[in-house]
Structures are given as structure tokens and as C-alpha cells.
């Protein structure tokens, strides 16, 4: 990975590897995602010109994700079931692989490879506007629930394909399984009730899978 500030030259990091992401989702705010990386090696040298192949086609901007929906199933748990949730005022999902890096007796300071030294682990935490029992009956039964997040950029800047029929960039994540962790519904005077939980994902024996991402940046039907 290349890190350029328009300082002059560029931070260039070898050997990396990604070890957790988070996407954070807030209401009247833009989509933001945090990854944690490890390089083996970080050097320092001259911009190549090459630089403005990595911007996006329609423009320098990145993509702003700038709308979101949650889905989550309602009693029997499966993606099939899915429901829309508008009670979500913000979310985070974030995706851990514990690694650490392993160092030899190679004549180098560095690290020589990375080794997954723990199960991966997905984390869910977020607050919701409490207009019913029925989240809180899934937390107390510790009982599963599916989820689906999506996010889209609707800029008419960022439409592929015809305009008539265009597809907008998309990302969408499942969680087959999620289970509440803990709940909290402080009541602080003649105000709504907003509740913040965490929770946790897991593998769902039918998918196969914990957490599943789909993105959508091209399309056949242009």
C-alpha cells in the first residue's frame, strides 16, 4: 500500500496484511469503515506518476456511501425472513482475525511471516429507538436474529450504466446469526428511549458462513 500526504514523496508499506475492519453506520452522517493493516516493511520515496489510476472514474471524490437500510428477521431466524428495521439509529459491525507476526533468526528486523493465532470474530454494537419489546424478548431468550445492512451511493455522479435503468454502487452485508450480548435502556426523564446494545455473530450452519459482503461496482447493462 501507498500512502501519498502531496508532501513530495510517499510512505510505501510491503508485505501487509489486514487483520479487522470496521464499518460504522450513523444516522445524518456518512458510512466510515476503520481497518487495522500490518507491513512487514515501510519505504520512503518519489510519487509515482501513476498515483491518478487509483482515483475514481467520475472524479477524484471517493465513493460516499450516503444511505442505509437494516433488515432483521422477525421470530424465525434466516436470511429469507428478513424484515425492514427503521428503529436503527447507528450501527458498527467490525471483523477481527487475530494475527501476529512471526520473527526469525534471518539476519532482519522484520517480520518473516503472519500467523493466525486465534478465531476470527465478528462484533455488533449499536443503538436502537425502543417502540417495542420485541428486541429486548431476543436479548432476554438469548435467541438468534439476522441482519442485513445495506448502503448505497445514490450521487447521480456515480449511476452505472443508463440513466433509465442505472444501478447505484452498492454494498450489502448478512449476518445469517447475531445474538444480543448486552442491553441497556437508560430512562432519564420525559424523553424517547433509545437502547444501545452489543452483540456478536455466528456461524451459521446452513451458509457455512459468520458474515457475508456483497459490492456492487459494475454492472453488464451499460
Known amino acids: 500500500m501507498m500512502i501519498y500526504r502531496d508532501l513530495g514523496s510517499a510512505f510505501f508499506y ?55 437500510s437494516v433488515q432483521v428477521s422477525s421470530g424465525q431466524v434466516g436470511l ?16 477481527q482475525v487475530p494475527i501476529e507476526g512471526v520473527v526469525l533468526l534471518d539476519g532482519t528486523k522484520f517480520n518473516a511471516e503472519y500467523q ?21 424478548d431476543a436479548f432476554v431468550a ?18 452505472l450504466g443508463n440513466p433509465n435503468s442505472a444501478f447505484y454502487p452498492t454494498l450489502q452485508i448478512d449476518i445469517p446469526q447475531m445474538k444480543y450480548l448486552s442491553w441497556s435502556t437508560p430512562i432519564g426523564g420525559p424523553n424517547r428511549l433509545q437502547t444501545t446494545f452489543t452483540g ?19 454492472t453488464s447493462a451499460y
Do not use: H
Open 80 to 95: 429469507g425472513n428478513l424484515v425492514s428495521n427503521q428503529n436503527y439509529e447507528s450501527l458498527t459491525i467490525g471483523l
Open 142 to 159: 438469548y435467541e438468534n436474529r439476522s441482519l442485513r445492512i445495506t448502503t448505497r451511493d445514490t450521487s447521480s455522479t456515480s449511476l
Open 200 to 218: 456478536k455473530a455466528e456461524r451459521d450452519t446452513t451458509s457455512s458462513y459468520m458474515i457475508e459482503a456483497f459490492l456492487t461496482n459494475v
Open 14 to 68: 510491503q508485505g501487509m496484511c489486514a487483520y479487522g475492519i470496521e464499518y460504522s453506520y450513523q444516522a445524518n452522517a456518512l458510512v466510515g469503515a476503520t481497518v487495522n493493516l500490518m507491513a512487514r516493511k515501510v519505504e520512503r520515496f518519489a510519487r509515482t506518476s501513476s498515483i491518478t489510476a487509483l482515483s475514481k472514474i467520475t472524479g477524484s471524490k471517493p465513493w460516499i456511501w450516503d444511505q442505509a
Open 116 to 136: 493466525v493465532n486465534d478465531f476470527r470474530r465478528v462484533s455488533i454494537n449499536g443503538t436502537i429507538s425502543f417502540r417495542s419489546q420485541e428486541e429486548y
